[in-house]
C-alpha cells in the first residue's frame, strides 16, 4: 500500500495561522504524534506546505 507516516517534530506556536491549520487537516495536534495517511496529491500538498515542521517515511 502506498502511505506515509507523519510525525510533527517542531511546534506549531509563532508560525502563521495557515500552517496550524494545515497541520489540524493532517490529523496533527501534540509534539511527537504520528499518523498514517494514503499517498495522495492532497495529503503530499499539505505535507510539502509544513515540511520544516514534520518528519515523513514511507510505509
Known amino acids: 500500500m502506498n502511505r506515509?507516516?507523519?510525525t510533527l517534530k517542531n511546534s506549531p506556536i509563532?508560525?502563521?495561522s495557515k500552517q496550524r491549520v494545515f497541520l489540524l487537516g493532517l490529523g496533527l495536534r501534540?509534539?511527537?504524534q504520528?499518523?498514517?495517511h494514503p499517498k495522495?496529491?492532497?495529503v503530499l500538498?499539505?505535507?510539502?506546505k509544513?515540511?520544516?515542521?514534520?518528519?515523513?517515511t514511507s510505509l
Open 45 to 48: 500538498g499539505l505535507i510539502d
Open 30 to 32: 501534540r509534539l511527537h
Open 4 to 6: 506515509v507516516s507523519i
Open 34 to 36: 504520528t499518523v498514517e
Open 14 to 16: 509563532g508560525r502563521p
Open 40 to 42: 495522495t496529491p492532497q
Open 50 to 56: 509544513v515540511k520544516h515542521l514534520v518528519e515523513v
